[in-house]
T-cell receptor, first 116, second 114 residues
Framework: DAGVTQSPTHLIKTRGQHVTLRCSPI?????VSWYQQVLGQGPQFIFQ???????GRGNFPDRFSARQFPNYSSELNVNALLLGDSALYLC???????????????FGPGTRLTVL | AQSVAQPEDQVNVAEGNPLTVKCTYS??????LFWYVQYPNRGLQFLLK??????LVKGSYGFEAEFNKSQTSFHLKKPSALVSDSALYFC????????????FGAGTRLFVKA
């Protein structure tokens, strides 16, 4: 089975622009989470969606938004880009919302966003 | 609030020697603990997790981790390191409140010398 896929692989934007990142979960997985990984740091939780509903939100400004589609794929949108938004954006999928003890998140390769 | 500490930025070990990558955590309630590995220009790969039960958890690629509740630690170990184990390792914790709001440590870079 294919793993978690993300597109695009790399993206260069300028300050003030808008960006949309896409994620397709592993087949059968209904939850998608988004993380931001700044160079030299661990991933930081942005959002979790399960069954098209937001289940969790990290400490990020309202410029960050996301949604999940009926096929469980997801988009992360970032408005009014700042230089500090430059990072690797990781998507992770899991079968459930995380309440199942046996569940695990599996990560995609990420989208490298550079804001100039 | 949940937190994870990885006290070593870098760990150096010779190939064939045992390795340990340290992790301590703070969480309310029972923790879900994870180790992930990241190779250059790649996403995170799942190694192992502790939910409940045996304190010694076995995972992928010969890695294991020991959960110590009294010391709130979850150290990653491998009996014999390989050069190919050289990578960035992340410890992570989720509170047992449902959801996957996972908190990651800053990461430890492992160098295995031939």
């Amino acid at each position: 089975d294919a793993g978690v896929t993300q597109s695009p692989t790399h993206l260069i934007k300028t300050r003030g622009q808008h960006v949309t990142l896409r994620c397709s979960p592993i087949s059968g997985h209904k939850s998608v989470s988004w993380y931001q990984q700044v160079l030299g740091q661990g991933p930081q939780f942005i959002f979790q969606y399960y069954e098209k509903e937001e289940r969790g939100r990290g400490n990020f400004p309202d410029r960050f938004s996301a949604r999940q589609f009926p096929n469980y794929s997801s988009e992360l949108n970032v408005n009014a880009l700042l230089l500090g938004d430059s990072a690797l954006y990781l998507c992770a999928s899991s079968r459930t919302s995380g309440q199942a003890r046996t569940d695990t998140q599996y990560f995609g390769p990420g989208t490298r966003l550079t804001v100039l | 609030a949940q937190s994870v500490a990885q006290p070593e930025d870098q760990v150096n070990v010779a190939e064939g020697n045992p390795l340990t990558v340290k992790c301590t955590y703070s969480v309310s309630g029972n923790p879900y603990l994870f180790w992930y590995v990241q190779y250059p220009n790649r996403g995170l790969q799942f190694l192992l997790k502790y939910i409940t039960g045996d304190n010694l958890v076995k995972g992928s690629y010969g890695f294991e981790a020991e959960f110590n509740k009294s010391q709130t630690s979850f150290h990653l170990k491998k009996p014999s390191a390989l050069v190919s184990d050289s990578a960035l390792y992340f410890c992570a914790v989720s509170a047992n409140t449902g959801g996957f709001k996972t908190i990651f440590g800053a990461g430890t870079r492992l160098f295995v010398k031939a």
